[in-house]
């Protein structure tokens, strides 16, 4: 890797202080859904389908149990904790973490967006009526498995000239599906008009944060600009996960304080 202008020394500090103000703003967050009463009123429902054999009318049907209640500040603080936790984890392993950064790759970056970025496109869905558990759990796992296509761009192309995007594009497909379910629920339980304004405001905001991501990669690796240096991708990376997750947490908190 080239000199970069962006020292290891640099990005060593500003890991630190992108913890702190993940784990500040996830801890402010916690507390105030304990205390206030229209956050800690805020739950959302997890559901199980099944399929139940109705005596009288003779056949089967489908049958929907409640089997959880998830309070929303805890779900917010959750993945605010889950990237300071990253930071912080990069702060201990210096070492390590500015060996990968030679070999153009960041490991904690991707298991991290795995959890959190994964939790935040489950909170998105359910916000638009996606509480059966089953389809819960494959939009995490799509998600995840996008994040994981994000590591092998990294591992297939270290040391190579020519950069193949073949993990990107299955990346791509593997992150579009789970918004394909969204706009599904969105149209079939015909919710536009009828959700509250911050629904609205949070899916469009991390949609486009959503897709900042992959045009950062992108011009990483096409080598366009200031991208040439992969050290700027990689600030690049962890300014967008503070703003997304900032956002969406605080629009929704802000949100749920409203009169029902």
């Known amino acids: 890797m080239e000199k970069s202008k962006i020292s290891f020394a640099y990005l060593r500090k500003f890991n630190l ?4 103000l993940h784990l500040i703003q996830g801890s402010l967050m916690l507390y105030l859904g304990l205390t ?25 049907v489908l049958q929907t149990d409640q089997i959880a209640k998830l309070p929303i500040a805890a779900i917010l603080s959750s993945f605010l904790f889950i990237s300071a936790i990253a930071h912080f984890l990069i702060v201990i392993n210096n070492g390590f973490y ?20 994964s939790i935040m496109i489950v909170l998105i869905a359910m916000f638009f009526g996606i509480y059966d558990l089953g389809t819960m759990i494959l939009i995490f796992g799509l998600n995840a498995t996008m994040n994981f296509w994000g590591l092998m761009m990294e591992l297939y192309n270290q040391g190579k000239e020519k950069i193949s995007f073949t993990p990107f594009w299955l990346g791509s497909f593997s992150g579009i599906i789970p918004w394909i379910v969204i706009l599904i629920a969105l149209i079939a339980s015909n919710t536009q008009g009828n959700a509250p304004w911050f629904v609205y405001v949070a899916l469009v905001v991390y949609f486009v944060f959503f897709n900042l991501f992959p045009i950062n990669m992108y011009l990483q690796y096409k080598k366009i600009g200031k991208w040439q240096d992969y050290l700027y991708g990689e600030r690049m990376y962890i300014i967008l996960s503070l703003v997304a997750k900032s956002a969406l947490a605080w629009i929704v908190f802000f949100g749920t304080l409203q009169p029902a």
């Open 17 to 20: 202080m992108m913890g702190f």
């Open 36 to 60: 206030l009463n229209n956050i800690k009123d805020f739950r959302l429902p997890v559901n199980v389908s099944f399929l139940s054999f109705n005596p009288v009318i003779q056949k089967l």
């Open 98 to 117: 500015n060996r990968c950064l030679e070999n153009n790759i960041n490991y904690f970056r991707w298991f991290e967006y795995t959890f959190s970025s």
